[in-house]
């Protein structure tokens, strides 16, 4: 089974700059996609990047970006110029790319604090 | 509005009770699942549907039953509440025919309290 880690239960960071949130998975799978999800206080889901594993060139999304690293199983998310509006959870998640594979694996989810 | 709709968005029952959370969407979207989030675990799937009258199991689905007689409905079940179910529920669509990348739209939420 797919397992995805959150290892920073927590983090802040100062308004303004970069902050990098952690996730690894554990698949046997080579075709899969992963996605970060932003919950802000208001408990809504919200996409914010997602990433094809066939493809080497990391995602962007104007101050979201990822590190992709396939080999080391490690995605983690680059947050640039902070904003207070960043704060929230961000979920990790996982699934197979395969049609009809619809089921996402979460992480544990990190805390973002923006400090001011 | 086109979306995902969960009702109600905060519940207080009793254990033992039976409770029903809803969650229709307005996309036709084949798939629909529902999750529970606890701290410290994420979100779990609980049941998923790929299309009306098709459903399986997702990782925690003791004590819990759905039904997809309709494309757009997908309610769960909790047939007799105890305070293991107390947690924050979320439904999710999505759709694998527009394309195979297509994330998962989730509803707002409920919030089950059981005492």
């Known amino acids: 089974a797919q397992t995805v880690t959150q290892s920073q239960p927590e983090m802040s960071v100062q308004e303004a700059e970069t902050v990098t949130l952690s996730c690894t998975y554990d698949t046997s799978e080579s075709d899969y996609y992963l996605f970060w999800y932003k919950q802000p206080p208001s408990r809504q889901m919200i996409l914010v990047i997602r990433q094809e594993a066939y493809k080497q060139q990391n995602a962007t999304e104007n101050r979201f970006s990822v590190n992709f690293q396939k080999a080391a199983k490690s995605f983690s998310l680059k947050i640039s110029d902070s904003q207070l509006g960043d704060a929230a959870m961000y979920f990790c998640a996982y699934r197979l790319s395969n049609f009809g594979n619809e089921k996402l694996t979460f992480g544990t989810g990190t805390r973002l604090t923006i400090i001011p | 509005d086109a979306g995902i709709t969960q009702s109600p968005r905060y519940k207080i029952t009793e254990t033992g009770r039976q409770v029903t959370l809803m969650c229709h969407q307005t996309?036709?979207?084949?798939?629909m699942f529902w999750y529970r989030q606890d701290l410290g675990h994420g979100l779990r799937l609980i049941y998923y549907?790929?299309?009306?009258?098709?459903?399986d199991k997702g990782e925690v689905p003791d004590g819990y039953v759905v039904s997809r007689s309709k494309t757009e409905n997908f309610p769960l079940t909790l047939e007799s509440a105890t305070r293991s179910q107390t947690s924050v529920y979320f439904c999710?669509?999505?759709?694998?025919?527009?394309?195979?990348?297509?994330?998962?739209?989730f509803g707002d939420g409920t919030r089950l309290s059981i005492l």
């Open positions: 999710a669509s999505s759709d694998p025919g527009t394309a195979s990348n297509q994330p998962q739209h």
């Open positions: 549907s790929a299309a009306a009258d098709i459903t």
């Open positions: 996309w036709s979207h084949s798939y």
